[in-house]
């Protein structure tokens, strides 16, 4: 059973436009919340994690948690060309048994138009 | 930026045949971890390592793979029959500790193809 959905599956935003991302952990034991970005070519890069309710803010990027509904979302502000890529939503399990093991959501295709 | 070290970037193998591929975790990251992840980009966990030790594996990995954590050399994978399923971009990633709020930080991956 796939523990994490994400919305959209592809955007399109214009250069300077905000992309909005949405993912939904389907198990309340899988509340610790990661977003990976992949550039053709490379492996996944970490851009934050979230593990409260609220919004988190790292530079250009914030990440918003409502555990209630175990759903995160991630906004881009000011999107670059260079932001075009994979998103990914991941998940890990309270508590210590999972041992960090993440499960990933399939992703969002980010497109930035110039 | 990720200093996980991935080898090779490229492997190409023919059906039946064993595939290595290595990884050298970022300094002072004692937990490893790999996972496949296919052409349809969907992430299959394999194995992690706290230091040289085994923590989970799934039962593929168990079968048919090997895989190790030696102290003071890379870690390695490798699959002991290449199967045309096992064509996929093999990820290590290595975290500070075992527990589930540390990151994870990824390399760039051994893409192997099996023909």
């Known amino acids: 059973q796939q523990k994490v959905q994400q919305s959209p599956e592809s955007l399109s935003v214009p250069e300077g436009g905000m992309a909005s991302l949405n993912c939904t952990s389907s198990?309340?034991?899988?509340?610790y919340f990661w977003w990976y970005r992949q550039h053709s070519g490379e492996g996944p890069k970490a851009l934050m994690?979230?593990?409260?309710?609220g919004d988190k803010k790292e530079g250009r990027f914030t990440a918003h948690l409502n555990k209630a509904s175990l759903h995160v979302s991630l906004h881009i502000r000011d999107s670059q060309p260079s932001d075009s890529a994979l998103y990914f939503c991941?998940?890990?399990?309270?508590?210590?048994?999972?041992?960090?093991?993440?499960?990933f959501g399939a992703g969002t295709q980010l497109i930035v138009i110039p | 930026n990720s200093k996980v070290i991935q080898t090779p970037r490229y492997l190409v193998k023919g059906q039946g045949q064993k595939a290595k591929m290595r990884c050298i975790p970022e300094?002072?990251?004692?937990?490893v971890f790999w996972y496949q992840q296919n052409k349809n980009n969907e992430f299959k966990f394999l194995i992690n390592?706290?230091?040289?030790?085994?923590?989970?594996q799934i039962d593929m990995t168990e079968k048919r793979f090997s895989a190790e954590c030696p102290s003071n050399s890379p870690c390695s994978l490798e699959i002991q029959s290449s199967e045309a399923g096992d064509s996929a971009l093999y990820l290590c990633?290595?975290?500070?500790?075992?527990?589930?709020?540390?990151?994870?930080?990824f390399g760039p991956g051994t893409r192997l193809l099996v023909l």
């Open positions: 990633a290595s975290s500070l500790g075992g527990l589930n709020q540390d990151t994870q930080y």
């Open positions: 198990d309340r034991n899988f509340q």
């Open positions: 994690s979230i593990f409260s309710d």
């Open positions: 991941a998940v890990s399990e309270l508590g210590g048994s999972a041992l960090g093991r993440l499960h």
């Open positions: 300094k002072g990251h004692p937990v």
């Open positions: 390592f706290q230091n040289q030790e085994v923590l989970q």
